[in-house]
């Protein structure tokens, strides 16, 4: 399954243009290396997505081409959810 497509589906991104967006300016890493919204996902991969200040890692626990909205989450494992600090705001 695309990576655009498994965002969208497993509701990690609520709309596949904006996956695919996130995909292209290289926020997403599958295994740790960069990915396209069109490179493949399988069972297995771990997923690493950068939002903004927040960064997400999920393992893909299942590829379904449909999900209700209740099953989503069950597509993946959460594994890692790192909020950064802002540089520009002071310290106290």
Not at 18 to 24: F, L, N, T
Not at 49 to 55: A, D, E, L, P, V
Not at 65 to 74: G, L, N, P, V
């Amino acid at each position: 399954m695309r990576l655009d497509k498994f965002l969208k589906v497993s509701r990690l991104i609520k709309r596949r243009t904006v996956a695919k967006e996130v995909s292209d300016l290289g926020r997403v890493w599958i295994n740790g290396r960069e990915a396209k919204a069109a490179t493949a996902v399988k069972v297995g991969d771990e997923l690493t997505i950068q939002f903004g200040q927040k960064t997400v890692t999920v393992r893909v626990d299942r590829v379904a081409d449909t999900a209700r909205k209740e099953d989503a989450s069950q597509m993946y494992t959460l594994l890692r959810e790192e909020t950064r600090a802002n540089e520009d705001s002071p310290q106290r």
